[in-house]
């Protein structure tokens, strides 16, 4: 549609020039050789200036038709690069929506990581009152003394 519309001024001169040479009065089927029958110079310079008009239209559509052309491929062009881009963008958001999932996984990670940092935590404090329990519960030698002296009169009372 466009390429109609840039079209359309040297359409009307194609038809211009074409309708300019019917507007003047036509020669006679029969060449008469006199010198009525030759054209007045007037006559020749709007013969030459129609001639010249219509070159210069066809020059106009040539040059109308590479410009269109050059536009049609620049329009190709940016068809390929819409497309590119639309497959970069869909690229970039799967990276993202992935980034994301690591993101997650990680955070989950270290969640399951500080967890168990507290488990041990809380063993090492349970072993550590542990230790004390049974260093406060430590046996005196007297105590022990008397432990073995009661075994051993036990196995004499046994023989």
Avoid: H
């Avoid at 840039?6 to 003047?24: G, R, T």
């Avoid at 020669?27 to 709007?46: C, F, G, L, N």
């Avoid at 869909?90 to 488990?119: F, V």
């Amino acid at each position: 549609m466009n390429n109609w519309k840039n079209s359309l001024p040297i359409a009307a001169m194609l038809v211009l020039a074409w309708f300019v040479p019917a507007a003047y009065p036509q020669q006679p089927s029969t060449p008469v050789i006199s010198a009525k029958s030759s054209p007045t110079p007037a006559i020749r310079a709007v013969q030459s200036d129609a001639l010249a008009a219509c070159a210069a239209a066809v020059d106009d559509l040539i040059a109308t038709r590479q410009l269109a052309e050059a536009i049609d491929a620049e329009n190709d062009a940016l068809k390929k690069r819409l497309e590119t881009e639309k497959q970069a963008t869909a690229l970039l958001r799967e990276l993202s929506d992935t980034r994301k999932s690591e993101n997650g996984a990680l955070t989950e990670a270290l969640s399951a990581k500080n967890q168990t940092i507290a488990a041990k935590d809380a063993i090492i404090e349970s072993q550590d009152k542990l230790i004390a329990v049974l260093k406060q519960k430590k046996v005196s030698p007297w105590r022990r003394l008397g432990d073995i002296l009661i075994g051993a009169a036990i196995a004499v009372a046994v023989k």
